[in-house]
Protein backbone atom coordinates (compact mmCIF):
# COMPACT_ATOMS: atom_id res chain seq x y z
CA UNK A 1 0.00 0.00 0.00
CA UNK A 2 1.39 3.33 -1.30
CA UNK A 3 0.94 6.40 1.62
CA UNK A 4 -0.76 9.27 0.61
CA UNK A 5 2.51 11.23 1.06
CA UNK A 6 4.40 9.13 -1.34
CA UNK A 7 1.68 9.65 -3.97
CA UNK A 8 2.26 13.23 -3.05
CA UNK A 9 5.85 13.07 -3.36
CA UNK A 10 5.39 10.80 -6.40
CA UNK A 11 3.08 13.26 -8.53
CA UNK A 12 5.27 15.92 -7.60
CA UNK A 13 8.79 15.04 -8.68
CA UNK A 14 7.03 13.65 -11.84
CA UNK A 15 5.64 16.80 -12.81
CA UNK A 16 9.04 18.93 -12.04
CA UNK A 17 10.69 16.33 -14.01
CA UNK A 18 8.48 16.50 -17.29
CA UNK A 19 8.11 20.28 -16.53
CA UNK A 20 11.90 21.00 -16.94
CA UNK A 21 11.78 18.48 -20.08
CA UNK A 22 9.48 19.68 -21.74
CA UNK A 23 10.78 23.38 -21.16
CA UNK A 24 13.86 22.77 -22.16
CA UNK A 25 13.05 21.81 -25.12
CA UNK A 26 10.63 24.29 -26.29
CA UNK A 27 13.72 26.82 -25.11
CA UNK A 28 15.92 24.52 -27.48
CA UNK A 29 13.66 24.03 -30.27
CA UNK A 30 12.65 27.91 -30.27
CA UNK A 31 14.69 29.42 -32.65
CA UNK A 32 14.61 26.75 -35.25
CA UNK A 33 11.07 26.94 -34.85
CA UNK A 34 10.87 30.86 -35.33
CA UNK A 35 13.06 30.72 -38.01
CA UNK A 36 10.46 27.86 -39.86
CA UNK A 37 7.63 30.65 -39.21
CA UNK A 38 9.37 33.19 -40.75
CA UNK A 39 10.51 31.60 -43.82
CA UNK A 40 6.65 30.22 -43.74
CA UNK A 41 5.43 33.96 -43.84
CA UNK A 42 7.95 34.78 -46.44
CA UNK A 43 7.11 31.80 -48.83
CA UNK A 44 3.38 32.74 -48.42
CA UNK A 45 4.33 36.05 -49.34
CA UNK A 46 6.11 35.14 -52.32
CA UNK A 47 3.94 32.48 -53.71
CA UNK A 48 0.78 34.67 -53.45
CA UNK A 49 2.91 37.49 -55.75
CA UNK A 50 3.96 33.70 -58.06
CA UNK A 51 7.55 33.23 -57.13
CA UNK A 52 8.37 29.95 -56.18
CA UNK A 53 10.41 29.28 -53.41
CA UNK A 54 12.09 26.25 -51.67
CA UNK A 55 12.69 26.60 -47.77
CA UNK A 56 16.75 26.79 -48.61
CA UNK A 57 16.38 29.97 -50.68
CA UNK A 58 12.82 31.82 -49.20
CA UNK A 59 15.27 34.70 -47.44
CA UNK A 60 17.22 35.43 -50.47
CA UNK A 61 14.54 35.43 -52.73
CA UNK A 62 12.29 37.39 -50.29
CA UNK A 63 14.70 40.25 -49.82
CA UNK A 64 15.27 40.30 -53.32
CA UNK A 65 11.62 40.62 -54.86
CA UNK A 66 10.17 42.57 -51.70
CA UNK A 67 11.31 45.67 -51.78
CA UNK A 68 9.64 47.87 -50.34
CA UNK A 69 7.54 47.44 -46.42
CA UNK A 70 4.90 50.25 -46.04
CA UNK A 71 3.00 50.39 -42.70
CA UNK A 72 -0.08 51.87 -42.79
CA UNK A 73 -2.71 53.33 -40.22
CA UNK A 74 -6.36 52.57 -39.91
CA UNK A 75 -7.07 56.14 -41.07
CA UNK A 76 -4.89 55.82 -44.02
CA UNK A 77 -1.53 57.43 -43.15
CA UNK A 78 1.83 55.95 -43.92
CA UNK A 79 3.26 55.19 -40.38
CA UNK A 80 6.77 53.67 -41.71
CA UNK A 81 8.60 52.49 -44.91
CA UNK A 82 11.30 49.95 -44.47
CA UNK A 83 12.91 49.98 -48.23
CA UNK A 84 16.22 47.73 -49.24
CA UNK A 85 16.99 47.41 -45.39
CA UNK A 86 16.81 50.76 -44.42
CA UNK A 87 13.91 52.29 -42.63
CA UNK A 88 13.30 55.90 -45.03
CA UNK A 89 10.96 57.09 -42.01
CA UNK A 90 9.35 55.74 -39.06
CA UNK A 91 10.20 52.38 -37.33
CA UNK A 92 7.84 49.37 -37.67
CA UNK A 93 8.81 46.68 -40.45
CA UNK A 94 5.58 45.71 -41.90
CA UNK A 95 6.93 41.72 -42.11
CA UNK A 96 7.12 42.42 -37.91
CA UNK A 97 3.75 43.78 -37.53
CA UNK A 98 1.52 41.00 -35.84
CA UNK A 99 -1.31 40.86 -37.64
CA UNK A 100 -3.74 39.28 -34.88
CA UNK A 101 -2.95 42.38 -32.88
CA UNK A 102 -3.72 44.96 -34.83
CA UNK A 103 -6.97 43.00 -35.91
CA UNK A 104 -7.74 42.69 -32.40
CA UNK A 105 -7.40 46.25 -31.91
CA UNK A 106 -9.45 46.82 -34.43
CA UNK A 107 -12.07 44.84 -32.96
CA UNK A 108 -11.81 46.82 -30.25
CA UNK A 109 -12.62 50.06 -31.65
CA UNK A 110 -8.96 51.28 -31.07
CA UNK A 111 -6.12 52.59 -33.41
CA UNK A 112 -4.46 50.32 -35.24
CA UNK A 113 -1.92 49.67 -38.35
CA UNK A 114 -1.30 47.41 -41.02
CA UNK A 115 1.17 45.93 -43.12
CA UNK A 116 1.57 46.78 -47.12
CA UNK A 117 4.17 44.76 -49.12
CA UNK A 118 5.36 46.21 -52.50
CA UNK A 119 6.93 44.00 -55.09
CA UNK A 120 7.35 43.81 -58.62
CA UNK A 121 5.83 41.20 -61.37
CA UNK A 122 6.76 41.64 -64.85
CA UNK A 123 8.49 45.18 -64.38
CA UNK A 124 5.37 46.15 -62.76
CA UNK A 125 4.87 47.24 -59.94
CA UNK A 126 2.59 45.04 -56.78
CA UNK A 127 0.98 44.68 -53.62
CA UNK A 128 1.25 42.21 -51.60
CA UNK A 129 -1.73 42.26 -48.16
CA UNK A 130 -1.01 39.56 -45.70
CA UNK A 131 -4.89 38.51 -44.19
CA UNK A 132 -5.30 37.18 -41.01
CA UNK A 133 -8.85 35.71 -39.53
CA UNK A 134 -10.28 33.00 -37.88
CA UNK A 135 -11.57 29.48 -39.35
CA UNK A 136 -13.81 26.51 -37.66
CA UNK A 137 -11.07 24.90 -35.38
CA UNK A 138 -8.82 27.49 -35.39
CA UNK A 139 -6.99 31.16 -37.57
CA UNK A 140 -6.15 30.85 -40.59
CA UNK A 141 -4.07 33.16 -42.42
CA UNK A 142 -2.97 34.37 -45.94
CA UNK A 143 -1.60 36.68 -48.77
CA UNK A 144 -3.28 38.46 -51.61
CA UNK A 145 -1.16 40.07 -54.74
CA UNK A 146 -2.79 42.84 -56.36
CA UNK A 147 -2.23 44.83 -59.33
CA UNK A 148 -1.34 49.07 -58.15
CA UNK A 149 -5.03 49.62 -59.03
CA UNK A 150 -5.43 47.56 -55.40
CA UNK A 151 -8.21 45.79 -57.45
CA UNK A 152 -7.26 43.06 -60.08
CA UNK A 153 -5.93 39.97 -57.81
CA UNK A 154 -2.53 38.50 -58.90
CA UNK A 155 -2.37 35.57 -56.68
CA UNK A 156 -3.75 34.32 -53.37
CA UNK A 157 -2.57 31.99 -50.45
CA UNK A 158 -4.20 30.71 -47.67
CA UNK A 159 -3.09 28.74 -44.32
CA UNK A 160 -4.49 27.39 -41.42
CA UNK A 161 -3.79 25.91 -38.19
CA UNK A 162 -5.83 22.96 -38.26
CA UNK A 163 -9.01 23.22 -40.76
CA UNK A 164 -10.55 19.66 -41.26
CA UNK A 165 -8.41 17.85 -44.00
CA UNK A 166 -10.10 17.11 -46.91
CA UNK A 167 -12.80 19.66 -46.32
CA UNK A 168 -11.73 23.01 -44.96
CA UNK A 169 -8.54 21.80 -45.21
CA UNK A 170 -8.78 22.37 -49.05
CA UNK A 171 -8.37 26.47 -48.92
CA UNK A 172 -4.28 25.54 -48.83
CA UNK A 173 -4.90 23.81 -52.24
CA UNK A 174 -3.52 25.37 -55.93
CA UNK A 175 -6.78 24.38 -57.08
CA UNK A 176 -8.47 26.50 -54.53
CA UNK A 177 -6.13 29.47 -54.74
CA UNK A 178 -6.09 29.72 -58.17
CA UNK A 179 -9.79 30.49 -58.37
CA UNK A 180 -8.59 34.22 -57.22
CA UNK A 181 -6.64 34.81 -59.93
CA UNK A 182 -8.05 37.78 -62.41
CA UNK A 183 -10.72 38.38 -59.41
CA UNK A 184 -11.77 42.42 -58.73
CA UNK A 185 -11.80 43.95 -55.57
CA UNK A 186 -12.96 47.02 -56.11
CA UNK A 187 -16.18 47.44 -58.46
CA UNK A 188 -16.00 51.03 -59.94
CA UNK A 189 -14.51 52.32 -56.97
CA UNK A 190 -16.66 51.25 -54.56
CA UNK A 191 -15.28 48.37 -52.10
CA UNK A 192 -16.69 45.17 -52.84
CA UNK A 193 -14.01 42.40 -51.70
CA UNK A 194 -14.35 38.91 -52.79
CA UNK A 195 -16.82 36.02 -51.75
CA UNK A 196 -16.13 32.45 -51.19
CA UNK A 197 -19.88 31.08 -52.65
CA UNK A 198 -21.55 28.69 -51.42
CA UNK A 199 -22.86 26.26 -54.12
CA UNK A 200 -20.43 28.25 -57.12
CA UNK A 201 -20.50 31.07 -58.44
CA UNK A 202 -22.97 30.03 -61.24
CA UNK A 203 -26.20 31.19 -58.97
CA UNK A 204 -24.60 34.47 -58.62
CA UNK A 205 -25.64 37.48 -61.00
CA UNK A 206 -23.24 38.05 -64.19
CA UNK A 207 -22.02 41.18 -62.41
CA UNK A 208 -21.10 39.92 -59.38
CA UNK A 209 -19.59 36.74 -60.89
CA UNK A 210 -16.21 38.86 -60.48
CA UNK A 211 -15.48 39.09 -56.90
CA UNK A 212 -16.54 35.68 -56.28
CA UNK A 213 -15.19 32.15 -56.10
CA UNK A 214 -16.88 28.88 -55.63
CA UNK A 215 -16.96 27.38 -52.05
CA UNK A 216 -15.64 23.51 -51.12
CA UNK A 217 -18.02 21.33 -50.37
CA UNK A 218 -18.51 20.11 -46.65
CA UNK A 219 -16.29 23.35 -45.85
CA UNK A 220 -18.88 25.69 -45.53
CA UNK A 221 -17.72 27.33 -42.15
CA UNK A 222 -13.97 27.53 -43.45
CA UNK A 223 -15.44 29.07 -46.74
CA UNK A 224 -17.25 31.32 -45.02
CA UNK A 225 -14.58 32.15 -42.80
CA UNK A 226 -12.47 32.92 -45.87
CA UNK A 227 -14.73 35.67 -46.92
CA UNK A 228 -15.19 37.15 -43.91
CA UNK A 229 -11.11 37.46 -43.58
CA UNK A 230 -10.97 38.50 -47.17
CA UNK A 231 -13.49 41.79 -46.00
CA UNK A 232 -12.37 42.32 -43.04
CA UNK A 233 -8.68 43.09 -43.66
CA UNK A 234 -9.07 44.24 -46.86
CA UNK A 235 -11.55 47.18 -45.90
CA UNK A 236 -8.91 48.64 -43.60
CA UNK A 237 -6.98 49.69 -46.87
CA UNK A 238 -9.54 51.81 -47.98
CA UNK A 239 -9.01 55.06 -46.74
CA UNK A 240 -5.47 54.41 -47.87
CA UNK A 241 -6.27 53.70 -51.16
CA UNK A 242 -8.77 56.67 -51.38
CA UNK A 243 -6.19 58.99 -49.85
CA UNK A 244 -3.56 57.92 -52.65
CA UNK A 245 -6.17 58.61 -55.94
CA UNK B 1 20.95 -8.44 -11.78
CA UNK B 2 21.08 -12.08 -11.46
CA UNK B 3 17.49 -12.18 -10.81
CA UNK B 4 17.67 -10.90 -14.28
CA UNK B 5 19.94 -13.42 -16.32
CA UNK B 6 18.07 -16.59 -14.79
CA UNK B 7 15.14 -14.99 -16.73
CA UNK B 8 16.60 -13.88 -19.92
CA UNK B 9 15.10 -15.30 -22.92
CA UNK B 10 15.82 -14.61 -26.28
CA UNK B 11 15.07 -10.95 -28.01
CA UNK B 12 12.92 -12.52 -30.47
CA UNK B 13 11.44 -15.88 -28.53
CA UNK B 14 8.16 -17.04 -30.20
CA UNK B 15 6.35 -15.27 -26.97
CA UNK B 16 7.84 -11.68 -27.80
CA UNK B 17 7.31 -11.93 -31.54
CA UNK B 18 3.70 -12.88 -31.19
CA UNK B 19 3.62 -9.58 -29.15
CA UNK B 20 4.70 -7.90 -32.78
CA UNK B 21 2.46 -10.30 -34.70
CA UNK B 22 -0.90 -10.25 -32.97
CA UNK B 23 -1.71 -6.70 -33.08
CA UNK B 24 -1.35 -7.05 -36.54
CA UNK B 25 -4.25 -9.51 -37.04
CA UNK B 26 -5.77 -11.42 -34.28
CA UNK B 27 -5.26 -8.87 -31.93
CA UNK B 28 -5.26 -5.95 -34.20
CA UNK B 29 -6.33 -2.87 -31.92
CA UNK B 30 -8.69 -1.60 -34.84
CA UNK B 31 -10.71 -4.59 -35.89
CA UNK B 32 -10.50 -6.53 -32.79
CA UNK B 33 -10.57 -4.64 -29.74
CA UNK B 34 -12.33 -1.59 -31.57
CA UNK B 35 -9.85 1.11 -30.08
CA UNK B 36 -8.92 4.30 -31.70
CA UNK B 37 -11.98 3.69 -34.41
CA UNK B 38 -11.52 8.13 -33.54
CA UNK B 39 -8.83 9.17 -34.74
CA UNK B 40 -8.72 6.60 -37.93
CA UNK B 41 -12.02 7.96 -39.00
CA UNK B 42 -10.21 11.63 -38.82
CA UNK B 43 -6.49 10.73 -40.38
CA UNK B 44 -7.28 9.05 -43.26
CA UNK B 45 -8.66 11.13 -45.79
CA UNK B 46 -4.92 11.13 -47.72
CA UNK B 47 -2.38 8.66 -47.63
CA UNK B 48 -0.11 10.80 -46.77
CA UNK B 49 -1.04 12.33 -42.83
CA UNK B 50 -1.85 9.02 -42.63
CA UNK B 51 1.48 6.94 -42.95
CA UNK B 52 3.15 10.24 -40.65
CA UNK B 53 0.30 9.39 -37.68
CA UNK B 54 1.18 5.86 -38.09
CA UNK B 55 4.96 6.56 -37.59
CA UNK B 56 4.05 8.83 -35.06
CA UNK B 57 1.47 6.51 -32.80
CA UNK B 58 4.51 3.90 -33.20
CA UNK B 59 6.97 6.03 -31.52
CA UNK B 60 4.63 6.82 -29.03
CA UNK B 61 2.92 3.88 -27.98
CA UNK B 62 6.75 2.09 -28.04
CA UNK B 63 8.43 4.86 -25.90
CA UNK B 64 5.84 4.98 -23.91
CA UNK B 65 5.21 1.58 -23.34
CA UNK B 66 9.11 1.04 -22.30
CA UNK B 67 8.92 4.18 -19.95
CA UNK B 68 6.03 3.13 -17.65
CA UNK B 69 7.43 -0.59 -18.10
CA UNK B 70 10.11 0.70 -15.99
CA UNK B 71 8.18 2.70 -13.78
CA UNK B 72 5.78 0.44 -13.08
CA UNK B 73 6.84 -0.91 -9.53
CA UNK B 74 7.08 2.37 -8.55
CA UNK B 75 3.93 3.84 -9.66
CA UNK B 76 1.17 4.14 -6.73
CA UNK B 77 -1.84 2.26 -8.22
CA UNK B 78 -4.29 5.37 -7.18
CA UNK B 79 -2.62 7.48 -9.76
CA UNK B 80 -1.79 5.32 -12.46
CA UNK B 81 -4.61 6.84 -14.94
CA UNK B 82 -2.94 10.06 -14.32
CA UNK B 83 0.79 8.82 -14.55
CA UNK B 84 0.28 7.37 -17.87
CA UNK B 85 -1.57 10.35 -19.16
CA UNK B 86 1.41 12.60 -18.24
CA UNK B 87 3.91 10.29 -19.87
CA UNK B 88 1.87 10.09 -23.23
CA UNK B 89 1.16 13.85 -23.05
CA UNK B 90 5.14 14.72 -22.28
CA UNK B 91 5.99 12.47 -25.61
CA UNK B 92 3.19 13.46 -27.82
CA UNK B 93 4.47 17.36 -26.91
CA UNK B 94 7.93 16.67 -27.17
CA UNK B 95 7.26 14.85 -30.74
CA UNK B 96 5.17 17.83 -31.86
CA UNK B 97 7.38 20.26 -30.90
CA UNK B 98 10.67 18.82 -32.87
CA UNK B 99 8.77 17.81 -36.00
CA UNK B 100 7.72 21.41 -35.94
CA UNK B 101 11.46 22.27 -35.56
CA UNK B 102 13.04 20.02 -37.60
CA UNK B 103 10.32 18.96 -40.26
CA UNK B 104 7.95 22.13 -40.41
CA UNK B 105 5.95 20.96 -43.47
CA UNK B 106 5.58 17.63 -42.73
CA UNK B 107 4.24 18.88 -39.20
CA UNK B 108 2.05 21.29 -41.03
CA UNK B 109 0.59 18.50 -42.77
CA UNK B 110 -0.05 17.31 -39.62
CA UNK B 111 -1.78 19.75 -38.03
CA UNK B 112 -4.02 18.69 -34.92
CA UNK B 113 -3.06 15.20 -35.40
CA UNK B 114 -0.36 14.91 -33.37
CA UNK B 115 -1.90 16.68 -30.77
CA UNK B 116 -4.57 14.16 -31.14
CA UNK B 117 -2.61 10.72 -30.14
CA UNK B 118 -2.74 12.00 -26.51
CA UNK B 119 -6.65 10.77 -26.70
CA UNK B 120 -5.96 7.65 -28.72
CA UNK B 121 -7.56 5.04 -26.31
CA UNK B 122 -5.10 2.67 -27.97
CA UNK B 123 -2.19 3.93 -26.25
CA UNK B 124 -3.65 4.23 -22.66
CA UNK B 125 -4.66 0.47 -23.53
CA UNK B 126 -1.72 -0.78 -23.97
CA UNK B 127 0.22 1.22 -20.78
CA UNK B 128 -2.58 0.10 -18.63
CA UNK B 129 -2.63 -3.34 -19.91
CA UNK B 130 0.44 -4.43 -20.89
CA UNK B 131 3.46 -2.24 -20.11
CA UNK B 132 1.93 -2.11 -16.00
CA UNK B 133 2.74 -5.52 -15.90
CA UNK B 134 5.68 -6.41 -17.70
CA UNK B 135 9.54 -5.81 -18.53
CA UNK B 136 10.64 -2.91 -21.07
CA UNK B 137 11.90 -5.23 -23.78
CA UNK B 138 8.00 -6.76 -24.18
CA UNK B 139 6.95 -3.66 -23.62
CA UNK B 140 8.83 -1.81 -26.55
CA UNK B 141 7.71 -4.71 -28.92
CA UNK B 142 4.20 -4.64 -27.70
CA UNK B 143 3.94 -0.91 -28.77
CA UNK B 144 5.72 -1.30 -32.15
CA UNK B 145 3.27 -4.09 -32.84
CA UNK B 146 -0.05 -2.26 -31.59
CA UNK B 147 1.45 0.92 -33.43
CA UNK B 148 1.59 -1.12 -36.32
CA UNK B 149 -1.44 -2.85 -35.59
CA UNK B 150 -3.22 0.22 -35.97
CA UNK B 151 -1.28 1.98 -38.39
CA UNK B 152 -2.01 -0.49 -41.52
CA UNK B 153 -5.72 -0.52 -40.98
CA UNK B 154 -5.05 3.29 -41.60
CA UNK B 155 -2.72 3.11 -44.58
CA UNK B 156 -5.43 0.89 -46.00
CA UNK B 157 -8.43 2.81 -45.21
CA UNK B 158 -6.90 6.03 -46.03
CA UNK B 159 -5.72 4.36 -49.61
CA UNK B 160 -8.97 3.45 -50.66
CA UNK B 161 -10.52 6.89 -49.15
CA UNK B 162 -7.85 9.26 -50.98
CA UNK B 163 -8.08 6.45 -54.14
CA UNK B 164 -11.93 6.38 -54.36
CA UNK B 165 -12.60 10.37 -52.72
CA UNK B 166 -9.59 12.35 -54.64
CA UNK B 167 -8.47 10.29 -57.38
CA UNK B 168 -5.30 10.54 -56.26
CA UNK B 169 -2.92 7.86 -54.12
CA UNK B 170 0.29 9.36 -52.30
CA UNK B 171 -1.09 13.24 -54.01
CA UNK B 172 -0.31 11.32 -57.46
CA UNK B 173 -3.23 11.72 -59.83
CA UNK B 174 -3.49 8.58 -60.81
CA UNK B 175 -7.18 8.20 -62.08
CA UNK B 176 -6.38 11.48 -64.05
CA UNK B 177 -3.45 9.30 -65.52
CA UNK B 178 -5.64 6.52 -66.14
CA UNK B 179 -7.72 8.89 -68.15
CA UNK B 180 -10.65 7.77 -66.49
CA UNK B 181 -12.53 11.39 -66.23
CA UNK B 182 -13.20 11.01 -70.02
CA UNK B 183 -15.28 8.36 -69.48
CA UNK B 184 -17.62 10.04 -67.16
CA UNK B 185 -16.14 8.72 -64.03
CA UNK B 186 -16.01 10.99 -60.93
CA UNK B 187 -14.65 11.46 -57.92
CA UNK B 188 -16.87 10.08 -54.81
CA UNK B 189 -17.03 12.72 -52.36
CA UNK B 190 -19.13 10.85 -49.88
CA UNK B 191 -15.28 9.12 -49.44
CA UNK B 192 -13.84 12.11 -48.01
CA UNK B 193 -16.39 12.20 -45.17
CA UNK B 194 -16.03 10.40 -41.88
CA UNK B 195 -18.53 7.83 -42.15
CA UNK B 196 -17.33 6.40 -45.18
CA UNK B 197 -13.77 5.24 -43.15
CA UNK B 198 -16.25 3.46 -40.42
CA UNK B 199 -18.19 1.31 -43.50
CA UNK B 200 -14.06 0.86 -44.59
CA UNK B 201 -13.26 -0.45 -41.39
CA UNK B 202 -16.70 -2.51 -41.55
CA UNK B 203 -15.63 -4.32 -44.35
CA UNK B 204 -11.81 -4.91 -43.29
CA UNK B 205 -13.65 -6.20 -39.71
CA UNK B 206 -16.05 -8.34 -42.15
CA UNK B 207 -13.26 -9.52 -44.67
CA UNK B 208 -11.07 -9.98 -41.75
CA UNK B 209 -13.82 -12.27 -39.81
CA UNK B 210 -14.92 -14.34 -42.57
CA UNK B 211 -10.83 -15.80 -43.58
CA UNK B 212 -10.24 -16.52 -39.83
CA UNK B 213 -13.83 -17.92 -37.64
CA UNK B 214 -12.16 -18.39 -34.96
CA UNK B 215 -12.44 -14.34 -34.49
CA UNK B 216 -15.98 -13.86 -34.77
CA UNK B 217 -17.22 -13.81 -30.43
CA UNK B 218 -19.84 -16.99 -29.70
CA UNK B 219 -23.15 -15.18 -28.46
Known amino acids: MYSNFYIFRYASVMVIIVAAVLSSAAMFLKPYQERNEAIEKMKGILASAKIDATTENTIELYEKNVNEEIVINNVG ?12 SGEIRAFNLDLKKELYKKSKGLEFNIPLLVSELNGEKIYIIPLR ?3 LWGPIWGNIAVQDNFSTVIGVTFGHKGETPGLGA ?32 VNLPENM ?37 | MNVEKKEKEALFSIKNRKLLINPLH ?60 VVI ?34 LMGRLEAFAMANKPWPAFLDGLGN ?20 GTVWDYPIMENLGVYNFGYKNNGLMILPPMALILIG ?16 K
Open chain 1, 77 to 88: DIVSIYKNGNFE
Open chain 1, 170 to 201: EIDTKDFQSQFVGKEIFEDGKFQSISVVKGGI
Open chain 2, 89 to 122: AALVILVDQVLKAFVFDISKQLSVFVGLIITNCI
Open chain 1, 209 to 245: KIHGVDAISGGTITSNAVTEMLANCLENYVPFITKNN
Open chain 2, 147 to 166: GFGYGWILIVVSFFRELLGS
Open chain 1, 133 to 135: GTG
Open chain 2, 203 to 218: IIIWVQKSKDKSLIEE
Open chain 2, 26 to 85: KDNPITIQVLGVCSALAVTAKMKPAFVMTLSVMAVVAVANVLISIMRNGIPPRIRIIVQL
